[in-house]
């Protein structure tokens, strides 16, 4: 099965903000970009995006056929997605253990599995 | 059955009818050509192949087909101890954490209990019809989702465990209150998990746990009102049943049980004692709270001590609790402070206690409790 792991940073720091970042130990820092890199490497995983922070997202509707534009992501800031990945796993439980390893999963974010629809 | 073509299908549904038509085939054939030697393995091995039929016709359903790689299904039974895995791994199925805690108590109840839908609706007290969509939706998630249909791996077994042995708790509990077929239930489910779990000391605490308490169930009540443990009938209770409890226990201290539910059961039992150890239950509860964080075992160990001998020194533990929600808290706090002979501190809590209190028995009892207080 295919699982989409999509990753919210929630209140964990990320380069964006360079005072929370900052904050991280050089040794933290160095292992939240290891860990990352080491998912991507893990076998079943297809390396997805990183979204830039949810402040420079717009988010588009169409009312009565005229577009409306509004600043920010769809959902509030917190909840909003920082990126992804793609896990090919035999189970739930795989992509649960996949998903533990995501750094901003212990730091203040979190990552939800979604099945992939499969034809 | 069900639970065997479960775990052999992956499909509740696919299970459900498969198991259906090999009943309708046995009404058939079995008093025409006479019951099989083993009938459980022959209905299995019928539903499967009728579910396998089934498959074969039904291949635009893609999600379905993987069904097919499985090897050819003989005529051959299947041996019990294959049943009995596969149950396992249902169980574990049904309580998999990223279902609502809801959902596993139903699924549980439904494809291990045998339970009804409209029967499991009646007990939680929810309309037939949203029970039947709980059940709908978790079946699908499973599906879906990819839950494995298996007893996970070691390093997540004890977590996985725990998730069980708190759903089989939580339908003990539901029936404790005083719908008891949820009891009888639960304690099925426990002895089911502990014939196939027989080296978890945390499976054979939980089952002692269960019965020791449900062998007082008769003695709990009387007009209607609760009967506190000290003033129950002893002729009612269930020697059998704690006798079991007590084997259950020491069961599990001998394979070195020292979990929650191991602790719950070494209170339980000193609880049927006469007199009651209060200083060895006052070290049990602190080695729950410390090892759950509850404060409900702190509040039971404030219980403890003040039996023990020193009641201020229970209601100052009582009273740093955070459970002002909780209307034991305020009961406890009523009963102690009525025996340091602080009446209206006593009836100040005993009122705050009835505020909370949802169960009738209890409230009658605390009713009484109230109105006896002097001065």
């Given amino acids: 099965m295919k699982y989409m792991l999509l990753i919210h940073q929630g209140s964990a720091p990320t380069p964006y903000d360079q005072d929370a970042w900052g904050r991280l130990s050089e040794d933290e820092q160095q292992a939240v970009y290891a860990d990352y890199q080491a998912l991507n490497e893990t076998p079943g995983v297809s390396p997805g995006l990183q979204l830039q922070p949810p402040e420079t997202a717009t988010t588009v509707r169409v009312e009565n056929g005229s577009t409306l534009t509004t600043d920010g992501p769809f959902v509030a800031i917190k909840e909003a997605l920082g990126g992804y990945f793609v896990f090919d796993a035999d189970d739930l439980d795989a992509a649960i253990e996949v998903a533990s390893r995501v750094p901003a999963a212990r730091m203040g974010g979190a990552v939800e599995v979604r099945p992939v629809v499969e034809y | 059955m069900l639970a065997s073509l479960i775990g052999f299908l992956g499909d509740f549904d696919l299970a459900e009818e498969a198991a259906q038509e090999a009943f309708v085939v046995a009404a058939e054939r079995w008093p025409r050509d006479g019951a099989p030697a083993n009938p459980g393995a022959w209905l299995v091995t019928t539903a499967r192949n009728r579910a396998i039929d089934r498959i074969r016709r039904d291949r635009t359903l893609a999600a379905k087909t993987r069904l097919l790689e499985l090897p050819e299904t003989t005529e051959e039974p299947v041996d019990e101890t294959t049943i009995a895995d596969e149950r396992l791994e249902l169980l574990f199925t049904c309580c998999h954490p990223s279902l609502q805690l809801e959902a596993q108590v139903a699924l549980t109840l439904r494809t291990l209990g045998g339970l009804k839908t409209e029967e499991i609706a009646r007990a939680f007290l929810v309309p037939d019809e949203t029970m039947a969509k709980r059940l709908l939706r ?6 879906a989702a990819g839950i494995p249909f298996r007893v996970p791996p070691d390093h997540l077994l004890p977590e996985r465990l725990a998730a069980v042995l708190a759903v089989v708790y939580l339908i003990f509990n539901e029936g404790y209150g005083g719908r008891i077929d949820l ?3 639960a304690i099925r489910l426990g002895r089911a998990l502990a014939e196939l779990m027989p080296d978890e000391p945390e499976v054979h605490g939980l089952l002692a746990l269960m019965l020791m308490n449900d062998a007082r169930r008769d003695a709990r009540f009387a007009d209607g ?10 002729s009612l209770w269930n020697t059998e ?7 259950g226990l020491e069961r599990a201290l001998a394979l070195g049980g020292r979990g929650p539910y191991v602790l719950q059961a070494a209170i339980a039992s000193l609880h049927l004692e006469e ?7 006052t070290a049990l509860y602190s080695e729950l709270a410390r090892l759950t ?23 100052a533990l009582a009273e740093r609790l955070e459970l002002e ?4 808290l305020h009961a406890t706090r009523a009963e102690l402070l009525r025996r340091l002979d602080r009446a209206d501190d006593a009836r100040a809590a005993y009122d705050r206690a009835l505020e909370l209190v949802h169960s009738d028995a209890e409230r009658l009892f605390l009713e009484r409790r109230r109105a006896e207080l002097q001065g």
Avoid at chain 2, 138 to 143: E, H, Q, T, V
Avoid at chain 2, 275 to 281: H, I, M, R, V
């Fill in chain 2, 241 to 247: 049943q704690i006798a079991a409890g007590r084997a």
């Fill in chain 2, 293 to 315: 964080g509850s404060p409900v075992a702190d509040l039971n160990r404030a219980v403890a001590i003040a039996e023990a001998g020193d009641i201020e020194a229970g209601l």
């Fill in chain 2, 225 to 234: 009102s609760v009967v506190l443990l000290a003033d129950q009938d002893r």
């Fill in chain 2, 183 to 185: 009891a009888a239930e």
């Fill in chain 2, 275 to 281: 007199p009651q150890d209060w200083q060895e239950l």
């Fill in chain 2, 138 to 143: 978790a079946k699908r998630k499973i599906k």
């Fill in chain 2, 325 to 328: 929600r909780y209307h034991y």
